[in-house]
């Protein structure tokens, strides 16, 4: 039966080599600065506000590859270059929030005095996760803060609508009414809501189970149908570890080495595998390829609550293959380095494999990857389709092709 190849750009183009070296080379970058104010950056950028003067965040190395992000997406097309003028002036929203873009469900005028932040105070009784709790801190350190909400052009409710699993201790009840209730909500109108997790088990619904109206979204795992196109954001899942500031090089930049790079694995993975539900197939596939020697992949069945009750006859030989293998070493010693959905379609392996001087290899259908809209990700990720896992080894030609 005839496969389709796995989308990924000629590996002998110098352009797009020099591209990849580029964005590889910003692992750190996105691995430890990529937070709120990335979010932000990116929505002041599309609304050709000029970054405030003064003095750059963080240290020179971060200094440098923020100037290389910059230089890396250069070319790329903004996506709201098309706007007409009338795009400034009021106009209604639409009665259907997700219809909204730029020219319907934001308010330019607000914008005229610059791009300022407004972030809500919190409420009494208000919870919030410790990684929400970072963005905000993130936000209120930022040079885009405003304390006065009648400068705003944006605006940041303090409620936490990060995690919309309802099965999680980080859930909020009752999200309508407490962020409605604000007197600044206006429909959502020239908000920006973040989400890094929706749905829950067993079909993991990206719904978000409130109402968002009019406000944008910065969300973690979501699909391209679901995104609002020149509207919302993608950004990539954010572990709780994630650091505010700072943070440790990226190999590339430590190493000093050209890429590709040959390194001791071809391929790469080392995670969970499910034994039923959504993302069971692909990763129950994945001891298929595994080889050992070029190839390793690697998983356990030993995770979530009672996994013991769909055990099957791989998890005992499987876990002892697992526990070879340490996970951040693995991956510093793959070129190839593979990031399958997990539950949902976002993975932490994303950020972790780009730190690391790995090339993504991404199964995950209809994944709208990290500001998609400004990084031309098919020149630095190879995409394969989930339900063809066995196409992974069609990195063994790129491998051959660069080593000529």
């Not at 590889?24 to 104010?37: K, R, T, Y």
């Not at 873009?101 to 919030?128: L, T």
């Not at 990060?162 to 962020?179: F, T």
């Not at 070879?324 to 399958?340: E, I, R």
């Amino acid at each position: 039966t005839a496969t389709r190849s796995p989308r990924v750009a000629s590996p002998l183009h110098p352009n797009h080599l020099s591209l990849m070296r580029k964005l590889l080379s910003l692992g750190l970058l996105v691995a430890v600065l990529f937070s709120a104010l990335t979010s932000l950056a990116f929505l002041r950028y599309s609304l050709r506000f000029p970054v405030p003067r003064g003095r750059p965040i963080g240290n020179n190395v971060a200094h440098r590859r923020t100037s290389l992000l910059q230089s890396a997406t250069s070319d790329y097309m903004d996506p709201f270059e098309d706007l007409p003028d009338e795009a400034t002036s009021r106009q209604s929203p639409p009665s259907d929030g997700t219809k909204c873009s730029m020219r319907n469900c934001f308010d330019f005028s607000r914008c005229e005095r610059g791009f300022k932040v407004y972030v809500y105070p919190q409420a009494p009784g208000d919870k919030r996760s410790l990684l929400y709790s970072k963005i905000l801190r993130a936000l209120k350190e930022s040079r885009y803060l405003t304390l006065d909400p009648k400068e705003a052009c944006v605006f940041i409710p303090s409620v936490d609508t990060l995690d919309r699993d309802r099965l999680s201790p980080d859930y909020v009840h009752g999200l309508d009414a407490k962020i409605q209730s604000h007197p600044l909500w206006n429909g959502g109108r020239n908000h920006l809501l973040f989400n890094v997790y929706s749905g829950t088990w067993p079909d993991y619904s990206e719904k978000l189970n409130f109402d968002f109206g009019h406000a944008m979204l910065a969300r973690a795992s979501v699909s391209t149908d679901m995104m609002r196109p020149g509207f919302d954001i993608s950004i990539p899942l954010i572990p709780k570890s994630h650091p505010e500031k700072g943070g440790r090089p990226g190999s590339l930049l430590e190493k000093g080495q050209l890429f590709p790079v040959k390194k001791k694995y071809l391929l790469a993975f080392k995670g969970k595998r499910y034994l039923t539900g959504i993302g069971s197939e692909t990763r129950n596939a994945l001891s298929l390829i595994h080889d050992g020697d070029e190839v390793v992949l690697v998983t356990t069945c030993r995770h979530g609550k009672g996994w013991e009750k769909h055990k099957d006859a791989k998890c005992d030989t499987d876990q002892q293959k697992f526990d070879q293998y340490d996970y951040h070493d693995l991956l510093q010693s793959s070129t190839f380095c593979l990031v399958p959905r997990g539950r949902r379609l976002g993975s932490f392996r994303f950020l972790e494999t780009l730190e690391t001087n790995c090339i993504p290899v991404s199964l995950s259908n209809g994944y709208a990857l990290p500001l998609a809209e400004k990084i031309d990700w098919s020149r630095a990720v190879i995409s394969v389709d989930e339900r063809l896992v066995l196409q992974v080894q069609y990195c063994r030609q790129l491998s051959r092709n660069w080593a000529m």
